[in-house]
């Protein structure tokens, strides 16, 4: 059942929550965190729908703040939609109009789960500083997406400036199933990797962390190279035996080669955001695998620069 609350306060609505968890003989009291999103109308629909579906996996509390005209007066209109309806968790839409949009922080507060963890979320262009941001201010995890802002290498490379722990984006969590490949494939012996390139589509930043991270790991020079896609298409590690490679031209499979041994097919899909968000969700420390992979980016950007 879904609840709506048309110019409504959070007095209201935190009146309505509780009536809707008595309903149901429990509701929040069986959630493991809050996620916060703060998003558009645009983005509101796809947002919901990967929260719904990570939550199928993290029962949680999902408190969508959609801005809208914030040149209308201050109202909020919301929309609740009790356990059952679209997934384990209680999800509340609000939407906020006027200043409040710039207030979000003071809205969401009444509505986060007592003594549970708080995840802030945006699904398309978030703040440069995430941890200053009044809503990531509130949140133990922040994640963002450099790869929906119009310039997403800048917008990476700007809010890795800024990183503090607790910070992750989704263009790194992407990288998962392709680190782990790498490392697998390494496993075995493979003598010294003196050199690796990364190959992917234009303005991926998803390829710029795969090779820091590359680059900080393996202490040896990485070459980013420029293909049509879609996504990252190629991994290849020089080593003193011979070539370790990772190609992927039609973004779900993909060919690992090693010198000495015949090619395997490995699958390897590109991920939407709720596998993404999923996997985020599992931890609540600092992420220090991304933070050593994202203070290496600057300095191997300034690097790539200075050859041209």
Do not use: K
Request: net charge negative; proline share 8%; charged share 25%.
């Amino acid at each position: 059942m879904t609840l709506y609350l048309p110019r409504t306060t959070t007095s209201q609505i935190t009146e309505a929550l509780m009536s809707e968890r008595l309903s149901v003989g429990g509701g929040a009291m069986n959630m493991v965190l809050t996620l916060v999103i703060v998003t558009d109308e645009a983005d509101h629909y796809d947002a919901v729908r990967a929260a719904t579906e990570a939550g199928r996996e993290h029962p949680s509390r999902v408190v969508a703040l959609i801005r809208r005209d914030p040149d209308a007066e201050p109202a909020i209109d919301a929309e609740i939609r009790r356990p059952g309806t679209s997934g384990p968790g209680e999800a509340v839409l609000l939407r906020l109009y006027g200043p409040l949009g710039e207030h979000a922080d003071s809205v969401v507060t009444p509505l986060l789960v007592p003594d549970a963890p708080v995840v802030a979320w945006w699904p398309g262009a978030g703040p440069l500083n995430p941890a200053a941001d009044p809503v990531g201010r509130l949140a133990q995890r922040r994640i963002t997406d450099a790869l929906r802002a119009p310039d997403p290498l800048r917008d990476l490379v700007e809010r890795v400036a800024h990183y503090r722990p607790g910070d992750t984006d989704l263009t790194w969590t992407r990288l998962t199933p392709w680190r782990s490949l790498l490392a697998s494939a390494m496993d075995q012996p493979c003598g010294w990797v003196n050199s690796a390139r990364v190959t992917a589509e234009a303005h991926y930043p998803s390829a710029e962390l795969l090779a820091a991270w590359l680059s900080d790991r393996l202490e040896a020079p990485v070459e980013r190279a420029v293909s049509h896609g879609p996504g990252l298409t190629e991994v290849r590690l020089t080593t003193s035996e011979g070539d370790i490679a990772v190609s992927r031209v039609d973004g779900r499979v993909a060919t690992l080669s090693r010198f000495g041994q015949p090619d395997q097919t490995v699958a390897l899909a590109r991920r939407g955001a709720a596998l993404a968000l999923a996997e985020e969700l599992r931890r609540l420390d600092a992420d220090e695998t991304y933070e050593s992979a994202a203070h290496h980016l600057g300095p191997l950007l300034a690097e790539s620069g200075a050859r041209g």
